[in-house]
Structure formats: structure tokens, C-alpha cells
């Protein structure tokens, strides 16, 4: 339970006598989406947490805080966080989309496609509302999730965090080879970006291309040696590298 402590705002320490900081609402903003983009959600959870404990109506550090748990797996902490926001923010379109998403991958396929239309109703033209349509699309297993990604990447040309958004949800779906697509396109606008070199690399590990995922996961851990995800897949390679070399000298001596 502790990652969600600093969800909830205990106002029986507003009398507290703090230390000056010079850390604000901007300040941890800027921190829990440098966090998000690099991949850390819990990190990028805790900091959306901060911002709320400034100012409770910050409708996009609410948003943040539920896609920060979708991307966790907590898919009913997600739902939890969603209506507690909706409760202020009842026809925000991002909040909708969130939810949606939270309840899509958490198997209310009906409910999730509610949601979404709900969002899209809401004018929401925002890249988000449609890359998480496109997200309960492919939960529900249908052939319009390519038109919903396209439309958020259109509403927002050649931004990387988008097409990594959307790869990531590719790959999530088990769609490895559409989402190394988008994952190469990000690559192309912002090649020094480690969380995007760590999805090409479990890409094509997934794909069988294992040396160029070697070599991508090798480039995520050179710009973020604290990348634990790049270390980790690296050593499952090698692992089941020697695993393959074992069976085949087995097979060998075995062998008539």
C-alpha cells in the first residue's frame, strides 16, 4: 500500500510548521513528466501526488496519476483514481479517455467503449483521447484501433512521445513488429532518448532480431545506466542464449 500513500491529501498536517522550498506546482509537474517519459511511473506517480498536494485542481495531474497506474497494472487503483477525479472534473476528455482505458484492460469491454465515446463526445481532440480509443479498440479486438492511432498521431506531427505512447500500447496488445514501426519513427525525432531505444530493444527481441536488440538495449543503458529494464532483458538474453548453446550440444551428444 505505500505507493499510494502520497495519493491521498492528509490535511491533519496543514498546520505543520515546514522549511521553505523552493519546489512548486510547476517544479513537480516538470519532474513527473520528465519521470513518465523516461519510463519511471512510480516515480512520475509520486510526483503527481506533489502537484495535487499544491493544487488540488490540477485536472492534468489527476489524468496523470490514473495513466500512471494503468501503465503500473493497477488497473483498479486506475478506475479508483479516475471517478475520485471525475468527481470534480466530470467532462474532462482525457479523464474520460483514462478510465476507459483502466477499464478496458481491466476486462469491462462495454464499459470501456462507453467511456471513450464519452470522451470523443467531449470534443476531446487531443492525441491522448484517441490513443486510448485505439487502446480499447484493440482490447476489444477490432479493426479500428489503425484509424484512432493514426488520428492522434496526425493532432500531433512528429512528437515522439506520442508515437512512443502508441508503440507502447502496440506492444502491450502483443503487436510487436506495428510497434517497432512507431518506436523507429520516435527514434527519428529524438534519438537520445533511452525509454524509446528500451521498447525498440524488447521489439526486436520479441521479433527475433536479437542483435540489433542487444545493441539498442546496450544504447538505452549508455544514455540511463539506471535503466534497470534494459539490464535485466540484456541478461535474459544471455541467459537464454547459453539455454539454446546448452540444448544443442545436448541434442548432439545424444544423437546417434
Sequence with gaps: ????VNLEFNHESEGRTEPARAKDEAYYLAEAQGAFEQGRFESALRAYGKVLEHNPQAVGAWTGQVRALIELGEYPKAR?????????FSGDAELLSAKAVALARGGDLQGALAFSDA???ERGQTPYVWLARGDVM???????????FDKALALAPRNWFVAWLAARIRYF?????????????????????SSLWLLAGLCQ???????????SL?????????CVEAAQALRDMAAAGWSA????????????
Design 1 to 4: 500500500m505505500s505507493r499510494f
Design 80 to 88: 479508483q483514481w479516475a471517478d475520485k477525479a471525475l468527481e470534480r
Design 119 to 121: 470522451a470523443v463526445e
Design 138 to 148: 484493440l482490447a476489444r479486438a477490432e479493426q479500428r484501433a489503425d484509424y484512432c
Design 173 to 193: 496488445y502483443e503487436q510487436f513488429a506495428q510497434a517497432l514501426r512507431l518506436v523507429r519513427q520516435a527514434l527519428e525525432w529524438n534519438p537520445g532518448q
Design 205 to 215: 527481441r520479441e521479433v527475433g532480431l536479437t542483435g540489433a536488440a542487444r545493441t
Design 218 to 226: 546496450d544504447q538505452a543503458r549508455q544514455l540511463d545506466p539506471r
Design 245 to 256: 548453446k546448452l540444448r544443442s550440444l545436448w541434442r548432439r551428444w545424444i544423437s546417434p
